[in-house]
């Protein structure tokens, strides 16, 4: 199956500060979704991103398919980002999710 | 927004038991999706149903596992006989065409 890599594996930010997840993936997909999994265990979907950029308020996302990555950007964070970031990827739609990014943000 | 629903949110069983996890897709979505999530680990991949049948099963989903879609709303997961090591988040997912939409969660707890 596809492998995917996620960096750092936790992220301690202060509040207000700027930061960027990255996902790497061992193979060619057609979907790449990441999530933002919240203290109740719900998978929130942020970005449904197979290639090209997003932004959806403080928040924004590349995807470079041709290199196998994609990045996550958190803007002037606040403590409510804090949770594990998931980076999700396919290919003929079954996902593959990496081990997550851990981020705290502390005010 | 139209999204995904799953029921129960949390579910205690004793080891042994059977349970059925059930999950309201998005209608007109056509394929569905069951995943899991033991405590501090990543998500996996169990099934993929489309078209009333199977499509793709990863190796967790073994003989005691089972799926259905009962009626025209319903996509349900059965575990015949839990063990302690099925204790987890199951996610339900529902794809129109590439973008996947996962409902809430259940958390089953087996004792």
């Known amino acids: 199956g596809i492998q995917v890599e996620q960096s750092p594996p936790d992220l301690i930010l202060q509040e207000g500060a700027n930061s960027t997840l990255r996902c790497n993936f061992s193979?060619?997909?057609?979907?790449l979704q990441w999530f933002h999994q919240n203290p109740w265990g719900q998978l929130i979907n942020l970005f449904y991103?197979?290639?090209g950029t997003k932004q959806n308020g403080r928040l924004s996302a590349t995807t470079v398919a041709t290199e196998r990555y994609s990045l996550l950007y958190i803007s002037s964070s606040q403590t409510t980002d804090s949770g594990v970031y998931f980076c999700?990827?396919?290919?003929?739609?079954?996902?593959?999710f990496g081990a997550g990014t851990t981020v705290t943000v502390r005010a | 927004e139209p999204e995904v629903t799953q029921t129960p949110s949390h579910q205690v069983t004793q080891m042994g038991q059977e349970v059925i996890l059930r999950c309201v897709p998005i209608?007109?979505?056509?394929?569905f999706y069951w995943y899991r999530q033991i405590l501090g680990q990543k998500v996996e991949f169990l099934v993929s149903?489309?078209?009333?049948?199977?499509?793709?099963k990863s190796e967790i989903f073994d003989d005691q596992f089972s799926v259905e879609r009962p009626d025209g709303s319903n996509f349900t997961l059965k575990i015949r006989s839990t063990k302690l090591e099925d204790s987890a988040m199951y996610f339900c997912?529902?794809?129109?065409?590439?973008?996947?939409?996962f409902g809430p969660g259940t958390r089953l707890t087996v004792l």
């Open positions: 997912a529902s794809v129109a065409i590439l973008e996947q939409f």
């Open positions: 209608s007109n979505h056509l394929y």
């Open positions: 193979d060619s997909v057609n979907n």
């Open positions: 149903f489309y078209n009333n049948e199977i499509s793709e």
């Open positions: 999700a990827v396919g290919r003929d739609y079954k996902l593959s």
């Open positions: 991103i197979p290639s």
